[in-house]
């Protein structure tokens, strides 16, 4: 048997698992060579980057304020606190927006705004939700002056995603590989220099509850639609990684 190329899952929740300790463990001997921590809230922040100091090298935290979650009493007290500890995660993220979330659209626009300043204060890459509004997410990264972002997940249009490729943006590939025909024909479309891999546990895909170790089924799917070799995705997903990530 060959060698295993090592992968990175670059977006997962650990926050949320009951065995985060564990399951880094599992994603250890599958060959995962890094994991990217995201938070995305204060209390979730808290826990992941409590987790990754347990794991310094091999995983990296992200923090952000997910537009699910945004509560206008809540609003000042986490960009204090995402100011004052995103010297020490390699990116600010999950943030973005959800036009199908019961947060009102001005109030998401409004704090994802204020969450990219913060970003270009920093110099941080930006880990971006943008379910139904990737134009409008599009733009106000662009606008922002940002150099570095991937677009999470992305199912969108396909002229969108030429302006993400054309910007030096990314965007990532899920499980979701394995039913969604608009994540396939995005990841299918995207150039692989651009693509990023990931699980976003513990999100559910069909009968799959998602652990850092199934990035191995994203690297398969994303082998299968681009019509190459899962070697040669590993190699260069990990590359991608470790250029927007500034991981070494």
């Not at 994603?27 to 209390?43: F, N, R």
């Not at 995103?86 to 994802?112: H, N, P, S, T």
Request: proline fraction near 4%; charge should be neutral.
């Amino acid at each position: 048997m060959g060698k295993i190329e090592p992968v990175i899952d670059t977006h997962a929740h650990l926050d949320e698992l009951e065995d985060p300790e564990e399951a880094i463990a599992e994603a250890k001997d599958a060959g995962v060579s890094a994991i990217v921590a995201v938070g995305q809230s204060m209390e979730s922040n808290k826990k992941t980057l409590a987790i990754a100091r347990r794991h310094g090298g091999y995983l990296f935290p992200a923090i952000g304020y997910h537009p699910w979650l945004i509560k206008d009493e809540d609003v000042e007290e986490t960009l204090a606190a995402l100011d004052r500890d995103l010297k020490d995660c390699v990116a600010l993220g999950e943030i973005g927006l959800d036009y199908k979330a019961k947060v009102k659209k001005k109030v998401q626009k409004r704090v994802f705004q204020q969450l990219l300043e913060l970003a270009v204060k920093h110099d941080k890459p930006v880990i971006i939700h943008s379910r139904y509004s990737h134009q409008t997410t599009y733009n106000m990264v662009k606008e922002s002056g940002l150099k570095k972002a991937v677009f999470h997940w992305y199912s969108g249009p396909l002229d969108v995603l030429d302006s993400i490729a054309s910007a030096g943006y990314y965007v990532s590939a899920t499980p979701a590989l394995l039913y969604n025909p608009y994540h396939g024909k995005a990841m299918a479309t995207a150039p692989l220099s651009i693509i990023l891999i990931e699980t976003d546990t513990p999100v559910t895909y069909q009968e799959l509850r998602a652990r850092p170790k199934h990035v191995r089924i994203t690297l398969r799917e994303l082998a299968r639609v681009k019509g190459m070799s899962q070697e040669e995705v590993a190699r260069q997903t990990t590359v991608n990684a470790r250029r927007l990530y500034g991981i070494v």
